[in-house]
């Protein structure tokens, strides 16, 4: 008892089909520039629905830690600039609209660092992904982790998951490109569900 | 209480139930695009803990007059509002620093959109319908806009979106992650709208703005009032909450 009693929230509605006027900036999907330090990836794949079609009117976001494992956030350490327009540099945000006859998206950022685990050790490297979409009443968050890390074997999160739906969260890594391409595309339904987390 | 507000963090998470479902088969679309599996889950880390509303905040420029944003130098058709309210967190404290982006139908119900649209209604050249600003130190944002039209959708026979305008926000942490659509309360129209009605009956009215006449700028603009209330929590630097 004496636990507040927590304020509602406000409730989500879909985008709808028209977000791109505000949330489609061409260049969101770039998370990098010349002077960012760590491995540079490529991270991309499709929005499918229930029926395997393309969702042509999504909105794909990333959130993830710099490549030293650290999030741009108070929690993390990170004083906020003044609200002066400064260049950040890499915040480890992207948004990317997905594409209106493939539903494909991508980002091009950098493999991200280990974050810590509260039930103790590191978490295996991982980029956090919210999708959005007309037709989506609420936001649906999931995780990508690399198929080249040998830490997922030990990582809490991805273990969790049952062994038959552990591949939905895991980006494979395409032979031959520079900088490293990894794909995975996220299924909103069908028996290729992709796994959304509750956070 | 301090306690509360640090632990596993149950009580600022996501509340599914103040939220719509993925399937609502009034809102057809959401048939296919409806998870059907539970969700797992997790014990939050730094991963969902933390969330791009800090860093984003920080870098973008104030564009919250939609009035004379498109920079025509021409002034927006329609009657013009003041929109104006608080960015609230889980525990009903203010979020300062946080990015509004929002978007919108003219005055005549028409966006300005490259998407094919079979309603003839007019475009305002001085008009993009894209706004957005920041929180203060105290939560509060505005905007002057013009009071959309509503518009025809196909999801069912002489189906009409009532007026509204949508709000996208980042917030403190990954789950506080919102888009949402401003209603204005008194709408007759909304109660035939299935995508209004697809929020639970006791939280549909924390989506309406209310005129307020304090807000209200005389012989210029009414004033609407409209809180948001964010999953997560609002973090100050040197509140390291890890291990
Ligand atoms: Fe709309």
């Known amino acids: 008892m004496g636990r507040p009693r927590r304020t509602r929230q406000t409730p989500s509605q879909t985008v709808g089909p028209f977000f791109g006027m505000a949330l489609g900036r061409e260049g969101d999907e770039v998370l990098v520039d010349d002077d960012t330090p760590g491995e540079r990836i490529r991270l ?5 629905d229930g029926n395997g079609d393309p969702v042509e009117d999504g909105l794909v976001e990333l959130w993830q830690a710099d490549a030293s494992g650290r999030y741009r956030h108070p929690l993390d350490d990170w004083d906020p600039p003044p609200s002066t327009g400064d260049a950040r540099g890499f915040t480890g945000f992207g948004r990317c609209p ?25 978490q295996a490297p991982h980029l956090n992904l919210v999708v959005q979409a007309r037709g989506m009443l609420d936001a649906l968050f999931t995780r990508v982790y690399l198929d080249d890390e040998p830490a997922n074997e030990a990582d809490r999160v991805l273990q969790s998951v049952p062994a038959e739906r552990r591949a939905t969260l895991v980006a494979t890594r395409q032979d031959g490109d ?6 995975l595309d996220l299924h909103l339904q069908g028996p290729d569900e992709t796994v959304f987390l509750d956070v | 209480m301090a306690s509360d507000r640090v632990g596993s963090g149950d009580d600022v998470r996501r509340a599914h139930d103040d939220h719509p479902p993925f399937r609502y088969p009034d809102y057809k679309s959401t048939m296919a695009r409806s998870p059907e599996r539970d969700m797992v889950t997790v014990l939050r880390t730094l991963s969902e803990r933390t969330g791009p509303g800090p860093a984003w905040s920080a870098v973008e ?16 058709i329609g009657a013009r509002i003041v929109v104006t309210g608080r960015v609230l967190d889980a525990h009903g404290a203010p979020v300062p620093d946080t990015l509004v982006e929002i978007w919108q139908a003219n005055a005549a119900g028409r966006y300005t959109h490259w998407r094919e649209t079979e309603y003839d209604a007019p475009l305002d050249p001085n008009f993009l319908g894209v706004g957005q600003c920041h929180t203060d130190a105290d939560g509060i944002y505005e905007f002057l806009t013009i009071r959309p039209g509503p518009y025809p959708w196909g999801n069912h026979p002489n189906a009409w979106r009532p007026a509204h305008v949508h709000l996208s926000l980042l917030g403190p942490a990954l789950g506080s992650r919102l888009v949402t659509q401003l209603y204005f309360a008194g709408d007759p129209m909304l109660e035939l709208d299935p995508i209004y009605c697809s929020a639970p009956p006791h939280s549909r009215h ?13 012989n210029w603009a009414t004033g609407w009032r409209f809180d948001i209330v964010l999953a997560g929590e609002h973090a100050t630097p040197g509140e390291r909450q890890d291990d």
């Open chain 1, 44 to 48: 991309e794949g499709r929005l499918l």
């Open chain 1, 98 to 122: 997905t594409a209106f006859e493939t539903g494909a998206w991508a980002f091009d950022t950098i493999r991200p660092g280990a974050v810590a685990d509260p039930a103790g050790g590191m």
């Open chain 1, 178 to 183: 520079d900088p490293p391409t990894f794909v």
């Open chain 2, 61 to 76: 420029d104030d564009d919250a007059d939609l009035t004379t944003n498109a920079g025509t130098g021409g002034r927006a």
């Open chain 2, 206 to 218: 924390r989506m309406l703005a209310h005129y307020d006449h304090d807000v209200s700028v005389e």
